[in-house]
């Protein structure tokens, strides 16, 4: 019982340090890393995708992948598996992400930093209340 402990602890820490950046500017590129973690794991295999209202584009090209598909008026649903192959496992770190392009940084970030936008300007009563 205290490997399978010890085993997901391994995992959850591995996984904590997978993460991605995406470059300023067009088209969307974005290097994927593997934090701190390169000297602990035999290989990293990663399958991103980037995907937009109508389709899900695969990368183009070697880290860093580039979705020259994707505009930037494109609310950006951005996942990836990291496949982490250590000596004695193998494991499979997920994550997505919702992205849109902020135009005063020329980048993509992510969706919630920017609220919940509901269009909902203020509001107002006019007349008294009963």
Do not use: R
């Not at 340090?17 to 300023?24: E, N, R």
């Not at 088209?27 to 399958?47: K, T």
């Not at 609310?75 to 193998?90: E, G, I, S």
């Amino acid at each position: 019982m205290v490997s399978l402990g010890l085993q997901t602890q391994a995992q959850s820490n591995l996984c904590d340090s997978i993460s991605y950046t995406v470059y300023q500017g067009l088209p969307m590129m974005v290097y994927m890393e593997a934090n701190g973690i390169s000297n602990m794991v035999d290989s990293i295999e990663w399958n991103t995708t980037a995907c937009n209202t109508l389709t899900c584009y695969t990368p183009q090209g070697n880290n860093p992948y580039s979705f020259t598909l994707i505009n930037m008026t494109d609310t950006v649903k951005f996942c990836y598996d990291a496949y982490v192959y250590t000596q004695n496992q193998a494991i499979v770190c997920s994550h997505c992400d919702s992205l849109i392009f902020d135009y005063t940084d020329s980048t993509y970030v992510l969706f919630s930093m920017h609220g919940n936008p509901t269009n909902i300007e203020e509001l107002s009563t006019t007349g008294e209340v009963g």
